[in-house]
T-cell receptor, first 110, second 117 residues
Framework: GQNIDQPTEMTATEGAIVQINCTYQ??????LFWYQQHAGEAPTFLSY????GLEEKGRFSSFLSRSKGYSYLLLKELQMKDSASYLC???????????FGTGTKLQVIP | DAGVTQSPTHLIKTRGQQVTLRCSPK?????VSWYQQALGQGPQFIFQ???????QRGNFPDRFSGHQFPNYSSELNVNALLLGDSALYLC????????????????FGAGSRLTVL
């Protein structure tokens, strides 16, 4: 089966940098997604990693190490609006099934 | 460009009843996946439809069934509702990546919040 672990909650200060880690164990790994979900809203796509290394998109970066089953999402210059849940999800299998972790609730404080 | 639309947005049912949730995928998408999200949890995969067939299924009982229509829209049906079925039901659409090389980003609808009393 698939096992995805990420911290339940994190708190960080406005303007700071925060790293949200995700570890996974899965068969037939095809790629890893990060989604952002504000309370009461649908998840929205942030990033996708299929190869090892760092992908940067503005204030957000995502890293993947396939050999270690490890990824992180790095958020720079935190803003209050970044307070949300961050979902790590792995794509696997022949039909590209996507399985989500339980999410990390990030609270940004002034 | 309309994204994924779901209906109804909220509904209340009682135990034992049946419910049907509807989803229209994003324009150009041909694959629909359904997820159940309990409060404070990540989305749990229910099943995926492509070419009007159920291609994959998560660990959900047969009370959960679905359908995909020729226009790619989809329905999720839940029979014999239990209190534990109370959750946000998310529909996500994507484009089938036949080459296996793309991201196949899931685009989510706003969800249907089901409360079972």
């Amino acid at each position: 089966g698939q096992n995805i672990d990420q911290p339940t909650e994190m708190t960080a200060t406005e303007g700071a940098i925060v790293q949200i880690n995700c570890t996974y164990q899965t068969s037939g790994f095809n790629g890893l997604f990060w989604y952002q979900q504000h309370a009461g809203e649908a998840p929205t796509f942030l990033s996708y990693n299929v190869l090892d290394g760092l992908e940067e998109k503005g204030r957000f970066s995502s890293f993947l190490s396939r050999s270690k089953g490890y990824s992180y999402l790095l958020l720079k210059e935190l803003q209050m609006k970044d307070s949300a849940s961050y979902l790590c999800a792995v794509r696997w299998g022949g039909y590209q099934k996507v399985t989500f972790g339980t999410g990390t609730k990030l609270q940004v404080i002034p | 460009d309309a994204g994924v639309t779901q209906s109804p947005t909220h509904l209340i049912k009682t135990r034992g009843q049946q419910v049907t949730l509807r989803c229209s995928p994003k324009s150009g998408h041909d694959t629909v996946s359904w997820y159940q999200q309990a409060l404070g949890q990540g989305p749990q995969f229910i099943f995926q439809y492509y070419e009007e067939e159920e291609r994959q299924r998560g660990n959900f009982p047969d009370r959960f069934s679905g359908h995909q229509f020729p226009n790619y829209s989809s329905e999720l049906n839940v029979n014999a509702l239990l209190l534990g079925d109370s959750a946000l039901y998310l529909c996500a659409s994507s484009l089938k990546d036949l080459q296996g090389s793309g991201a196949n980003v899931l685009t989510f609808g706003a969800g249907s919040r089901l409360t079972v009393l």
